[in-house]
Each structure stands twice: as structure tokens, then as C-alpha cells.
């Protein structure tokens, strides 16, 4: 039993040094190790989760290895909680180093191919996909916030543009399955099918640069697909598709509507996308043109083309104002 604790609070310091910048001297085999040490003790708490006696002796080694002399209270934590996170002591190494900038790069992107192992561009996107979905369930039931922390470390540190198509692949899936009771028992408290997906939406809509990236970056099929599962992602990509029509301003010149800035959406990749959405089923090629015509209302409601960009939107749809 006692060599069993002496594991428990080594490994209890390593997630607590996880957070610090010790780990810029990590290289890929300290990670290994490390992770192979959690993993060991999840099997343990697997193993001993129904054993009172022995849960109860872990867990009181925890709670004491932090306490400072002369405490009374609980003791803060920096490493393992408690018994029950022995059971996800893999996925907050995994969470901690990932959110740790000083984890050289290396180091990470050998932690990212343990997380999602595959050959990287080459692989079917559902496979990144569902094994994202699932890397959010696991870090959800390990930390609280850990979702978040885990896909923003992966949008700042990962290759951006096959994040996003991961990203748009995942929001695509069916919802999950409910989990086997057992499994139930095992990791604690059940979680909804499909709130992974949720999650993963609520992180997108509230990063406002990762939604421009998004919206711009995949092609427009894509995203008409991923916009006519969600709603709310719908209605925000079709606000930025139409603050990217107010910066095009008309050439009498050139006879076609321009940016005046170089980051400015090309008139091309606007229609292209307007036309996308509107070969959507209902209701959201319904919702498309209701906006352009609002749109083009506020604008003047002008019927000449090269007056409002609405207008020559609508006619370039093939639909009358």
C-alpha cells in the first residue's frame, strides 16, 4: 500500500509542476513518461474506485499532502484533488501542459499526436473529429473550463486551417450516444448526447477572430452545411457576411463593387457564398434573402444596379426585391 501513496503523491507533484514554467525542460520523453504514469494511475483509481478502504486511504494522503502547518481547513491543491480525479489524472496532465505556453514545441506536438493520433492532413476528418469530441467529454468531466482551455491551446498552437475544418467536421456529427451505465459509474456525473458539440459551438460564436477565421477560411459548401445544423452559427456567419458587403464600395471604373481595404472580402467570394446558402433548404435560404431584402430596404431600396450592393446581390441571385 505504501509504495502505492508514494506513487500517488510524486505523480500529484508532477501535475502540480504541469502548470509552471518547470516544463519548458520537458522534451518529448519526459511527456511520454509522464503520461504513461497517469494513465497507470487511472487504471489504479479503475481498479479501487469500489474498495472504500483503500479509495479512503488515498484519498486522505491527497488532501494531506498539500496541507501547510497549523491548517485547519481544506488544503489547496495544486496537484491531484481528490480521489475522484485520479480517474482523469491523464487528461489533466494532458489539459495543463497544453495550456502551459512554456511547453516547448516539441514537447507539444508530440502531446498533441497522443491526443489525436493520425497522420495529420492525410487523415479522414471525421476520425479528427469525433476524437476532438471526445478529448472535450474527457477534459469536461476532468476540470471544469477545461473545454474551452483545451480548444483555444489548439487553435493557438496547432496548424490553424485543419483545426477549422476539424472544427466544422465535429459540428457536423449526430450527437453522441448516452454512455453505458457502468461507464456512468465509472467516470462520474452522466453528461447530455451531444453536449460536447455545444460546447464546441459556444467556444467558436464566442471567439470573434476564430468565427472570422472560420467563416473566411472554409469553403462555402462547407459552411452552408454546418450552418444549416446550426441555427445560431448560422445567423452569425450571415451578420458577417453582411458587414463584409457594407466595406465594398462601387467603381463607376471598373463597373463592379471593390474593397478599399486588402483584407476586404472579394465581391466573387461574396456572391459565392450568398449563392451557397441560398441553394440551402428551408428555412435558411428563406432567412437569406429575408436579410438581403431588409438589407437592401435600409439601403434605399433601389432598383438600378451599382446603387446598393443589395440590390445587385438580389439580382445576381435571380431573385426580384
Not at 522534451?27 to 513518461?33: E, G, H, I, L, N
Request: net charge neutral.
Amino acid at each position: 500500500m505504501e509504495p502505492l501513496l508514494q506513487h500517488l503523491e510524486r505523480f500529484s507533484e508532477v501535475l502540480a509542476v504541469s502548470r509552471t514554467t518547470h516544463v519548458s525542460t520537458w522534451d518529448p520523453a519526459t511527456v511520454r513518461r509522464a503520461l504513461q504514469w497517469a494513465r497507470y494511475l487511472r487504471h489504479i483509481h479503475k481498479r479501487f474506485g469500489r474498495h472504500a478502504r483503500i479509495s479512503k486511504a488515498l484519498e486522505r494522503r491527497l488532501q494531506n499532502q498539500w496541507k501547510q502547518p497549523g491548517d485547519s481547513g481544506p488544503a489547496p491543491a495544486p496537484g491531484l484533488a481528490n480521489f475522484q480525479a485520479l480517474g482523469h489524472c491523464d487528461q489533466l496532465l494532458s489539459l495543463r501542459l497544453l495550456a502551459n505556453p512554456a511547453l516547448g514545441g516539441a514537447s507539444f506536438h508530440y502531446l498533441l499526436q497522443q491526443l489525436f493520433p493520425g497522420p495529420g492532413e492525410d487523415s479522414l476528418m471525421k476520425t479528427q473529429a469525433e476524437l476532438l469530441l471526445r478529448r472535450l467529454q474527457e477534459v469536461g468531466e476532468a476540470e471544469a473550463g477545461g473545454p474551452g482551455r483545451l480548444l483555444s491551446s489548439l487553435w493557438e498552437r496547432s496548424p490553424q486551417n485543419n483545426f477549422l475544418k476539424v472544427v466544422a467536421a465535429a459540428l457536423l456529427l449526430p450527437p453522441s450516444s448516452p454512455r453505458p451505465q457502468e461507464e456512468e459509474l465509472e467516470l462520474g456525473s452522466p453528461r447530455t448526447p451531444g453536449e460536447e458539440g455545444q460546447e464546441l459551438l459556444r467556444w467558436l460564436l464566442g471567439k470573434s477572430d476564430v468565427m472570422v477565421a472560420f467563416c473566411r477560411s472554409l469553403p462555402a459548401g462547407l459552411l452552408t452545411s454546418v450552418a444549416g445544423r446550426h441555427p445560431e452559427l448560422s445567423r452569425a456567419y450571415l451578420g458577417l457576411l453582411t458587414d463584409w458587403g457594407r466595406q465594398l464600395r462601387y467603381s463607376l471604373q471598373k463597373g463592379l463593387w471593390i474593397g478599399t481595404e486588402s483584407q476586404d472580402v472579394p465581391w466573387e467570394e461574396l456572391l459565392s457564398r450568398f449563392q451557397s446558402l441560398c441553394q440551402a433548404p428551408p428555412p435558411l435560404k428563406d432567412e437569406v434573402f429575408t436579410a438581403l431584402k431588409s438589407c437592401k430596404a435600409q439601403d434605399g431600396d433601389f432598383e438600378v444596379p451599382g446603387l446598393s450592393i443589395w440590390t445587385d446581390l438580389l439580382l445576381s441571385l435571380g431573385s426580384s426585391a
